[in-house]
């Protein structure tokens, strides 16, 4: 059986962020454990000019709802990007997570052949569904789970290259 663009966007997106709630639990667990301001986690940046953890986090949801009804051609509900915690950024996987479950499988077909509009940079762009899957929305899923896991890891969060793959 051939791999669906469905098992490509929600299948992945899905996993990755399930690994990332898993991430930020250890954070959490971290921070409760070394009586360190969850706040100050949630601040830190890689560099001052690179996105703090809490966005990071924002974005890659916001990546994986927009990769999702993109492709199933739904709306991309809006979120606020107000998440100032823990259990709020939580609470925004798991909606995320929920929305990507949502979209029926058959709402993907002819997805990979379909026009996708969007705005990169500030500038309005059209590809194809396959395009925008494997060299837009995957890349920059993929670079802010990985973004948010780096903040983790240095900030002396114990985690593994299993918690990144979902088996932490």
Do not use: W
């Not at 990332?20 to 001052?48: G, M, S, Y």
């Not at 950024?89 to 509009?117: C, D, H, M, N, V």
């Not at 890891?153 to 299993?162: A, D, P, T, Y």
């Amino acid at each position: 059986m051939p791999l669906t663009v469905h098992e490509s966007s929600v299948g992945v997106v899905v996993a990755r962020l399930q690994a990332l709630a898993k991430c930020l639990a250890k954070a959490e667990a971290h921070c409760a454990a070394r009586k360190i301001d969850p706040a100050v986690l949630l601040a830190t940046r890689l560099f001052p000019d690179m996105f703090a953890l809490s966005r990071q986090v924002q974005l890659a949801c916001d990546f994986a709802k927009g990769c999702s009804a993109r492709l199933a051609g739904v709306d991309n509900p809006s979120h606020a990007d107000t998440e100032a915690s823990f259990s709020e950024l939580q609470e925004r996987i798991g909606k995320t997570i929920a929305f990507a479950q949502s979209i029926p499988a058959e709402k993907f077909q002819g997805a990979e052949t379909r026009a996708i509009a969007l705005t990169v940079a500030r500038q309005p762009v059209e590809m194809s569904g396959r395009d925008y899957l494997l060299h837009q929305a995957l890349p920059n899923f993929y670079f802010h789970v990985t973004t948010a896991y780096a903040i983790l890891r240095h900030c002396g969060v114990e985690l593994g290259k299993g918690d990144f793959m979902g088996r932490g």
